[in-house]
């Protein structure tokens, strides 16, 4: 605790002044919440929605709260006691739908009028949280149980305000300027702090914040000022405590960091590669209907933005190719939680163990993608309407997009060889529907997809790119590393060490193969040996296990015990009497394998198995907790699942996570390209048979005609 | 032997009458060698090569032989004693380049003249298998020691011929009418017969023939006459043993199976989605240097058609952005070898363990590609150049396509997040360069890609697709399936099993990480605890692990044992001092489970680890032996490997496999989706930096003007 009386007066002052100038740009709905200190927007680079929010009204039960509905909310908590005392002591951390009953939105067509609207909310007054749930057309408010342990989600302002907080303090000051950055280089990030515990985490909401030198380039995270860690109060901006080491690790001076086309020279740049793209001049075959349903060559969806879990997609289903009639497969899928803890115990180091969704807000910081670079020139691209710290909403631009999606790839072929002679050559082009968030978690970017095919399979895909956290380091060559010393991670350029991380996503998936009642069942191969005397000594035989509770269904991947994991209606199968059903097929994927009872895995418990199956719960929606800041990991999937609940012929959730590691490389510096994996939801007996069989064969007449550019 | 003098006369005049027949058509050197039986062939599917080859001359020291140049070793051979004595007596399995040794290659510029040419040749000549080496420009001939077991490759005519030998057996003649089919329905395959240790296997040439109805579908291999299985000497046509069981099983009536786009009503079918198109209108970025030489976005690499292998890498090397130097990676990659053991021990399915570049010819049966379909509008096409079993040369037309991928992906990204409120928005597409063929060995066809990318990345991608092998069965509903008994997959439609079996694919990847100086490195990532009292109880530690011989470098892929596998150069790091490498990178695979000693494992033993890393060297190309066809696995990667010699700082061979579990479903029948994995080639240090932080964004006024069809 260096801080004194004095500089905590100034805090006081200053933080006040920083929420006066949060607010002003709360006024206006369509303002995203940024404030900008190093450099001036590009005009290019503001997005503006082509679509005014204003006038929106819900169409669908899962429709997201609309501008006037946040502000009726808003407006009923802020007139309901205790609140109503107060209403500026009142902050916002979320306010989105609270989704009807399944059953209320199963039994809906389009044209009745909606189920009652309601949102959930979580607000802080006082410093407590309540979960609040508003029934919107009686303005009545109920409230809900709170978890025993952690915060609420981030607000921005919380990020923000938190990351300033250590200029109000003259031992960082000093420590800065001891070092030779200048303050207007500046540029701090807010480090969830995690819970490792300690006494002083159970009392107040606390924060990390690490500082960066912008000097000379955009990318200031390849110049960190390494072993300077402020906590903060975040309630306060209090600064908690300063540990400063590492005063003799150089601020690493490695130039052409900045990525920005611009910063590179423009249009001088060599252009590599002639112009490419996706063309349907036709338009699209996908059509968006009320704004939110997708559909497409028979799948029809709900899409829609979430505050805390990006991209949601709901209701899923795809037309049966021979009845016609909507099968339903799945009820609502999203990335419910991230862990990524980076693998150095050190100081400034052991505590970066993020948990995106739940501490920052995987939607919150998921920017306007960029045409023609986030997304192909045919994309569709959809709005997110957040609330800020004080209740108001604000749209996103552009947080969605939708395209279809053609590679070159093939979706089913087969020629008849020489060894028949038949003169038969059929091949099918793989046309797919991608809908793609991207979220940029301070360095790091995220990029979903939800990728649809017309053989049924959907395919969620992550990508890692952005920037990586590095560490300051004295070392300018591998040489000089130490001989008996780790260094946690690889030199990627002088003094700037990238350190080994992981990265789970976990998604829920609520599945409704052909209706809610479904179970989960293993299909295992195994070796089975033959009668002596045989001419082969051993097949592999197929077996099904129903799992009854969940303990059955916590699944560790195993390569030599391959097992199918369907999730089959309990009631139905095909007319030949197999069950029906939808199998997730992993793809890379990596485990979670620190210390079961390190307080970060604790937290992360739900990256203990690849794969969970819980029966449907609203209250375990997220698998980190509700409330994951700072908690102690007493609110997670693991926990759950442990009651080991039937699971058997229930309306039940697939847990799936999807893992990387990460050992970085020079390849990965100054920003890293892409890298991807995936899992899929495919069906297994779901259909009588190839749902594709009758798709046609692309033909020159029917495909577009096209010059290049006028101004190539 | 049911097989009686008479018939074994008229079998003799009928093979007579075959090879008149077969020998008809390879006359023209650009005749495919088919022969139809059942169909007309649509005027649209006879591909015709722009390109005519009798004039080629080779370019390149890896070139493949020209048609002169085959038809120069021909006539080398047949004035070759003792082949010159007989020359209708001698029967080529394989003419292919015997490519110079790798240090005259690398040693060659364009403009110099190329090393001499060889041809590496397998024939058999009264029974016997020759390994010859030719020198075109001497036409001098060397013959090579052949292995202890097995036979060539089969020719096509093989094939052909042994399927028709059959229908002069008057006891199959019985059974087949017997089971109410016309022997004008008849379609019969060539089924490898394996090894499995029995006397009868060491003398002669063998074969399995089975047969399946067309009645009403081109699809005949949805209607199999199950149970009878004819054991066929291949040289002598003779009908060596019949197995006719499962009379009682009917032939399958499904309707419907017919996938032809003709034959389901063509135009009148719906089409469900508008066209889509990869559009280029200034051209394609890469070009075809003297016919195989594909220069890219500062890739450069050999490709050429093998009538073994399908597709071969050679020579590939990348330019450093900022040396511009050229820098090797891979000197030749291409499938080794396949392995698809079926999972049924019972008569007509055990021997079922195909090994299809070896025994049928990758290439062989690798047909013309399908503009459009096969490959987008933009693609381009190379032809192979094969030998028919005379030794004349015949032209294969766009066996191959090259093309550059848009999937509308994102190459790297980065926003900056409210956190920091900086308004960066940068994002670059991602753009490929595939260059793919697709192999049809009877019913199954797989798609092979080399995916090239911007950012040092080769991703080998199998895809499969076609047509499966089933089984017939008393069975119209599960519920008649035996209690006790294993019925070896999935009911897929009335009397059809889907029969579960693996695919496996060895990749043989010589790599040349920035030259031929080459180590293999296990880089491990472990569980470290901490000391107590530290906030965390334990990380991941990276350790590196120089593998010094073959032993050490048998990897079985563990989840929960993660490795990554580098291949580095010996001799070179960064300037950081970080070895120079490449990864490959696993992602969804499957895993050789059958008991090891059983003999198809035995000769598949190349399957029993993902990765080998064997010292180069000339004889050890094929992982499953030079002769597969029947041999006893004395020849395998995984006896060269068990000598366990120095793979260290050498010159070495990266081995990948890549598997798959198939338990059918019926969204299989009567025509498989496809299903695809991939690893990747990955540098790792092996550039300074990121390759692509340069590249610039799309722009709209680049792009292309497209409008829809005239016929639209």
Not at 39 to 66: G, M, N, V, Y
Not at 273 to 301: M, N, T
Request: a negative charge; one cysteine or more.
């Amino acid at each position: 605790m260096d801080s004194s009386v004095l500089y905590r007066s100034i805090l006081c002052v200053c933080s006040a002044l920083l929420l006066i100038f949060t607010l002003s740009w709360l006024q206006t709905p369509t303002a995203p919440p940024t404030f900008s200190r190093l450099f001036t927007p590009h005009p290019k680079l503001i997005q503006s929605s082509a679509h005014h929010h204003e006038s929106d009204i819900p169409r669908h039960p899962l429709d997201p709260l609309t501008i006037s509905e946040i502000t009726a909310a808003r407006a009923i908590l802020f007139s309901h006691p205790p609140f109503s005392s107060s209403p500026s002591s009142l902050i916002f951390h979320s306010l989105a739908l609270d989704e009807p009953d399944k059953s209320a939105v199963l039994s809906w067509s389009s044209g009745d009028s909606l189920p009652p609207r309601r949102a959930s909310v979580v607000v802080r007054f006082k410093g407590e949280a309540h979960l609040l749930a508003i029934d919107l057309a009686k303005g009545s408010v109920s409230s809900l149980p709170t978890p025993a342990t952690g915060f609420p989600t981030m607000t921005i302002e919380d990020m923000t305000s938190s990351a300033a907080a250590p200029l109000l303090d003259a031992a960082f000051n000093r420590s800065i300027i001891a070092r030779g950055v200048r303050i207007s280089d500046l540029a701090c990030l807010p480090v969830s702090s995690g819970w490792f515990g300690r006494e002083i985490e159970n009392r107040r909401r606390l924060i990390k914040v690490q500082c960066y030198s912008s000097e000379g380039t955009a990318n200031f995270y390849m110049r960190p000022i390494e072993g300077l860690t402020v906590l903060v109060d975040m309630d306060t901006k209090e600064v908690v405590q300063i540990n400063d080491e590492g005063g003799d690790i150089p601020i690493p001076k490695s130039t052409g960091t900045d990525y920005r086309y611009e910063a590179a020279g423009g249009n001088e740049m060599a252009r590599p590669l002639r112009p490419i793209s996706i063309e349907q001049p036709e338009g699209p075959s996908f059509d968006v209907v009320d704004g939110h349903r997708v559909r497409w060559a028979g799948w029809e969806f709900h899409l829609k933005a979430d505050a805390r879990a990006g991209l949601v997609v709901s209701s899923a289903g795809v037309a049966d190719p021979v009845s016609g009639e909507r099968r339903s497969v799945l009820y609502k899928g999203y990335a419910s939680e991230l862990f990524v803890p980076y693998m150095d115990p050190t100081d400034a180091w052991y505590f970066k163990t993020y948990m995106d969704a739940g501490e920052y807000g995987f939607g919150l910081q998921a920017m306007p993608l960029i045409p023609l670079n986030d997304c192909p020139r045919n994309a569709y691209y959809m709005d997110g309407i957040f609330i800020a710290a004080d209740g108001r909403p604000y749209v996103r631009s552009n947080m969605i997009c939708v395209f279809e999606s053609y590679a070159g790839d093939i979706g089913w072929r087969h020629s008849e060889s020489p060894i028949t002679g038949l003169e038969i050559r059929e091949a099918r082009p793989k046309v797919t529907l991608v809908a793609r968030m991207a979220a940029s978690v301070a360095n790091y970017d995220y990029i979903v997809d939800w990728e649809f095919q017309t053989d049924g399979i959907i395919r969620v895909k992550v990508g890692l790119s952005g920037i990586l956290m590095v560490k300051g380091a004295p070392y300018t060559h591998v040489k000089h590393f130490p001989a008996k010393q780790d260094t946690y991670g690889t030199l990627l350029s002088e003094n700037i060490i990238g350190v080994i991380h992981d990265h789970f996503i976990t998604f829920h998936l609520d599945m409704d193969v052909d209706g809610t009642n479904n179970s989960f069942v293993k299909v295992g191969l195994a070796r089975q040996d033959t009668n002596a005397g045989q001419p082969r000594r051993s097949y592999l035989k197929a077996t099904r296990h129903v799992a009854r509770t969940e303990k059955e269904a916590q699944i560790k991947l195993k390569l030599y015990e391959p097992y199918e994991f369907h999730v089959v209606n309990a009631e139905k199968t095909t007319r030949l009497g197999n069950p029906v059903g939808y199998k997730v097929v992993p793809a890379g994927t990596a485990a979670a394998l620190l210390d079961p009872n390190d307080p970060p895995q604790l937290r992360g418990a739900f990256t203990n198995n690849q794969i969970w199956v819980t029966p449907r719960n609203k209250t375990e929606e997220w698998a980190g907790g509700l409330f994951v800041y700072q908690n102690q990991g007493e609110d997670t999937l693991a926990v759950w699942s442990e009651r080991d609940r039937s699971i058997e012929s229930k309306d039940i959730v697939l847990w799936y996570t999807l893992g990387f590691h990460h050992i970085p490389c020079q390849e990965d510096f100054p920003i890293m390209p892409t890298v991807s994996s995936s899992f899929d939801l495919k069906p297994v007996n779901f259909f009588e048979r190839n749902p594709i069989l009758r798709s046609p064969p692309n033909m020159e007449k029917d495909l577009p005609v096209c010059t290049a550019a006028a101004s190539a």
